[in-house]
């Protein structure tokens, strides 16, 4: 049997399943994670764009583009909402898979639940199904790829589930998906491509999700993929694709962030956070930061002077200086103003990265790293530090409606916060509708153009 056929026969098999209560609770994290990440990330430049495009091109339907007022098919919904989540590196991780499947899966599930009518349980056991989908096949592949080449399985599982799509027909959506998913090649592993600046395309996930749902609605209108397209031992451990499908959990093995930024960012930061907290290190008498990390934080670009302001998220030197200079909550988020800041590249100049063997052997298990601050003649450093939000360390619900509160405090207004968390709350307590009835019509002002 086609790996893709079995995917499909766990969905269909997973609709008989009763959800756990840790899962079912895992899965509403999730849901109040992604809505933290979106809400601030819906004003950001990339997803503008895409509202923009999405206008034109896939114009008409009735599913809510998020804080907007607007609305759009299927395809359109999901692409720019999952833009929107994606957009600031607020959204969800998952350290097996080396990607993000909350950006792309969530926004699927609740944009296929509303048009389908479905209950909350079913909604959070889509999100459970696409999670263990999307990241399983992340997982197996053997060599690093971009989220993109393979969140577009759990998009199409979480769709195909609340479809009650044929396994048959669901197999081809699988095959059609992964080999209509944007390559991302100049993003992956490999010396082919030299680093990437930081930009709006990122790793794929919005159009990837996009790229999903019309391989759904392809299948479902009769056309067929290549079903042998994880058949191959050279690209993906085979024995660890489906093996155990279904009891995995990843939904509750996922991390969730607390700066607006490239996960290898994170390490970094909280080590300097430490150090400020326990220093009083004025910027201006800083007269070296040193980073000891490991090889993938190593291969962000990690521009001092980023070249835009999605290039932010991809430079440790400037998040750092950042944060000595602007404090805490200066990535929590990152704002177009942060951008062009002659004081904060002056900061961001006078840090060095270098690789640590040892840290780099934990890695991608764990991303850990130390800093050390030259400042005043006098030398500062940091334990190994890991970063806020692991799974073995997950956040409380209280710690992620702080989230949104911060996150969202430039865009939304303490109204707007407080009835997203509570419509979050009532999600938690079995009632989805009030969550899709907010998305649909909360409208942040900044969010109009």
Known sequence: METVRQLAAYVAGAREEALTDDLRDAACRAVLDLVAAALPGVDAPGPRAVRRVASVTMAGGSLPVWFTGQRAGLAGAVWCNASAAAALDLDDGHRIARGHPGAAIIPAALAAAEEMGATTEELLQAITVGYEVGVAIGAARRFYANTGMWSGYGVVAALGYLRRT?????????????????????????PLFPAQEGNDVKEGIAWSSA?????LLLAEAGHSGPLALLDHPEHFRLEELTDGLGQQRYVARNYMKFHACCRHVHAPVEALLGLLAQHPLA????????????????????RPEPSGFTDIQFSIPYCLALVAIDGPGALLP???????????????QKVTLRLDPELDARFPAETLSRVTV???????????TAPRGEASAPPSW??????????GRFSATPAQQDELIDVCNRLREGDHAPLLDALATIRLDSASG
């Open 166 to 190: 044929p396994p048959d027909v669901l197999a081809h959506a699988f095959a059609i998906a992964g080999i209509s998913a944007p390559n991302q090649l100049h993003a992956g592993a490999g």
């Open 211 to 215: 790229t999903a749902v019309n391989a």
């Open 283 to 302: 910027p201006d008498d800083i007269q070296a930061i040193e980073v000891a990390t490991y090889s993938g934080a190593l291969r962000i670009t990690n």
């Open 334 to 348: 990152v704002t177009p103003v942060a951008l062009d800041r002659p004081d904060v590249v002056a900061l961001a």
């Open 374 to 384: 030259h400042s005043g003649g006098r030398t500062f450093a940091s334990p190994v």
């Open 398 to 407: 209280a710690e992620l409606e702080d989230k949104l509160r911060q996150a």
